[in-house]
């Protein structure tokens, strides 16, 4: 089986999503700028992966910040935080992991700057340990909500390659359900621009031999009008205090067409991207990435005219009334959210 995220000791080991499926490709990051630019340029993708990659990633930017006074190592610790910070902007669990790392090594001050960094090193193995124990309990609680036969739609990527490993979110649903022995399929958005369904997810899912075929991203609301599809499930990127989902975009069209054929639209997401100090969608960032993605197929094949403008919004904003349930480690919420979810926490 494959690793999305390995901590190395002195490196961060991470499978090149960027090349899947065609290539399975380990690479090393040895500095927090280059964990910042993994982040970035989505070899490692996903939300609660990018959380555990930016734990370890701080982790190895302390280690390289020299032994002096703990006001001195806090500056430049702080420095480190704020380059892994900028890597992308939608994902709360980039911001979770960083504040954990940041928290600890403030809790920690009257401790030298070594005791420190190895409290630090240990912290980034725990977020690491603790996503793979959350998966697992999420999947085996949103089990209970598919039924034998089930054909169930998924959007994106959320399995084992957005996470430490193993379950992920959405996918982790979907395996608990197939390992209890209930007669799963699934099908698979393509999610353009970055193909997460097709390159990733497919993948995944053929992995585990769990019945899976693709789909181009405008045919799912046919084959809901048709009965095709009898769930949903999808990950989530950050989900306000209310219930409002950002996740990877098109998200929001599938969630409006469920409403409107009455499919029943689960979100499974850990607590740690539940961003209570965030009221609603409307204050969620969106990431914008370069048109290039959606002019061309991976980089590798123009698909429009040169010079052609593009727009590309990485994530949308599912509202609350739309989702049926989200299903967290901690048990399964539904409206109304805010006292749902607060009840959570
Ligand atoms: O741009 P990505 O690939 O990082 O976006 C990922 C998603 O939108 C996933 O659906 C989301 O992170 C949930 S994954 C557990």
């Known amino acids: 089986m494959f690793k999305t995220v390995e901590w190395r000791n002195d490196s961060v080991r991470l499978i090149d999503q960027r090349i899947l499926p065609d290539k399975e490709e380990y690479l090393d990051f040895?500095?927090?700028?280059?964990?910042?630019?993994?982040?970035?340029?989505?070899?490692?993708?996903?939300?609660?992966?990018?959380?555990?990659?930016?734990?370890?990633?701080?982790?190895?930017?302390?280690?390289?910040i020299n032994n002096g006074s703990n006001g001195a190592f806090m500056e430049e610790f702080d420095k480190v935080i704020a380059t892994l910070a900028e890597a992308r902007p939608t994902a709360v669990n980039l911001f979770w992991a960083l504040d954990r790392m940041r928290t600890l090594a403030l809790a920690n001050s009257d401790k030298t700057t070594q005791?420190?960094?190895?409290?630090?090193?240990?912290?980034?193995?725990?977020?690491?340990?603790?996503?793979?124990?959350?998966?697992?309990?999420?999947?085996?609680?949103?089990?209970?909500?598919?039924?034998?036969?089930?054909?169930?739609?998924?959007?994106?990527?959320?399995?084992?390659?957005?996470?430490?490993?193993?379950?992920?979110?959405?996918?982790?649903?979907?395996?608990?359900?197939?390992?209890?022995?209930?007669?799963?399929?699934?099908?698979?958005?393509?999610?353009?621009?970055?193909?997460?369904?097709?390159?990733?997810?497919?993948?995944?899912?053929?992995?585990?031999?769990?019945p899976v075929q693709l789909i181009c991203d405008n045919m799912s609301g046919s084959l809901m009008r048709k009965g095709k599809i009898r769930k949903i499930v999808v990950g989530a990127d950050r989900i306000a205090a209310n219930g409002d989902v950002a996740n990877k975009i098109g998200t929001y069209m599938v969630a409006a067409l469920a409403k409107m054929n009455g499919i029943p639209f689960y979100v499974t997401a850990p607590l740690s991207t539940i961003d209570f100090g965030t009221e609603s969608g409307d204050y969620i960032p969106i990431e914008q990435r370069s048109p290039s993605e959606v002019t061309s197929i991976m980089g590798k094949m123009s698909i429009a005219p040169e010079g052609a403008e593009a727009l590309n919004p990485a994530f949308d904003i599912t509202p609350n009334e739309l989702v049926t349930a989200i299903i967290t480690e901690k048990g399964i919420a539904r409206a109304p959210f805010t006292e749902s979810l607060a009840r959570l926490r």
Request: one cysteine or more; aromatic letters at 4%.
């Open 30 to 64: 040895t500095t927090h700028e280059d964990v910042a630019f993994a982040i970035r340029d989505m070899v490692v993708r996903g939300a609660p992966a990018i959380g555990v990659t930016a734990a370890m990633g701080a982790a190895i930017g302390a280690r390289a």
């Open 115 to 210: 005791e420190i960094k190895d409290l630090l090193d240990k912290e980034a193995v725990k977020v690491y340990e603790e996503d793979l124990t959350i998966n697992k309990t999420m999947g085996e609680n949103g089990a209970t909500l598919l039924d034998d036969g089930d054909t169930v739609l998924t959007h994106c990527n959320a399995g084992a390659l957005a996470t430490a490993g193993d379950y992920g979110t959405a996918l982790g649903v979907i395996k608990a359900a197939h390992l209890a022995g209930k007669r799963i399929s699934v099908l698979a958005d393509e999610t353009r621009p970055w193909l997460q369904g097709a390159r990733l997810t497919t993948w995944e899912l053929m992995k585990e031999g769990i």
